[in-house]
């Protein structure tokens, strides 16, 4: 199974989208081994000849209802109002972004986590499906090494850190948020838990880019 083409959007490709919307609440709901194509196709309306004019079989369709789940992931950090043009603010939105719910998801956006961990079990039997998962990890592992690495450029993260550790820690613990999602588990307090994501981000940065501040606190220095 090869890397899914980027998703067009609904307003693009709407059969598309009911597709794989279809599809993220059948693998969610049955897992990879027991979602069938034709209940997919039913759910969004079409026949399955539909589904395979698109998709050579059930491993690629589960490609692109995950490419489609965390499309634009990245963007929507660097869109973010906290970001203030610091590399590490990208780690620090990301870490608040984990305790953020949307209060009013779509039931597509409600299946995805399940559908995603569904697709990490799938992975320990079914060989394209562990190939595509570990390309997707890997372009993430990628992408945030190289965030990591203008933030030392620019002595937000100190140059002594291990990048592989920070960005392996980094994938910890999203995985672990992806658990508490799919078991609907309480969340910590949405300014607690950024308090605890800035303190991190200070342990982790080059201490001449910090200083205390009146509340003894560490703060990146201004320029």
């Not at 993220?24 to 034709?38: D, I, L, P, Q, S």
């Amino acid at each position: 199974m090869n890397a899914s083409p980027p998703v067009p959007g609904p307003e693009e490709d709407p059969l598309g989208s009911r597709l794989l919307a279809a599809a993220t609440e059948v693998f969610a709901e049955k897992g990879y081994a027991g979602a069938r194509v034709a209940e997919i196709a039913r759910r969004a309306g079409v026949t399955t000849g539909a589904i395979y004019s698109r998709y050579q079989g059930k491993d690629e369709l589960l490609a692109s209802a995950i490419a489609e789940a965390t499309a634009g992931e990245f963007d929507s950090l660097f869109s973010d109002h906290r970001f203030e043009g610091r590399m590490e603010d990208i780690l620090r939105i990301a870490g608040a972004h984990l305790v953020e719910r949307n209060q009013s998801p779509s039931q597509q956006e409600i299946s995805a986590p399940g559908m995603l961990l569904e697709s990490f079990v799938a992975a320990r039997h079914e060989p394209t499906v562990h190939a595509f998962l570990q390309a997707r990890m890997n372009d993430r592992r990628d992408r945030l090494a190289a965030i990591v690495a203008a933030a030392k450029a620019t002595g937000g993260i100190d140059d002594d850190v291990d990048t592989d550790s920070l960005v392996t820690f980094c994938h910890a613990v999203g995985l672990g948020f992806l658990l508490l999602e799919v078991l609907d588990g309480p969340l910590p307090d949405s300014q607690a838990w950024e308090q605890l994501i800035g303190r991190l981000l200070a342990a982790v940065g080059d201490p001449a880019a910090f200083a205390r501040t009146a509340a003894g606190e560490l703060a990146p220095v201004s320029d």
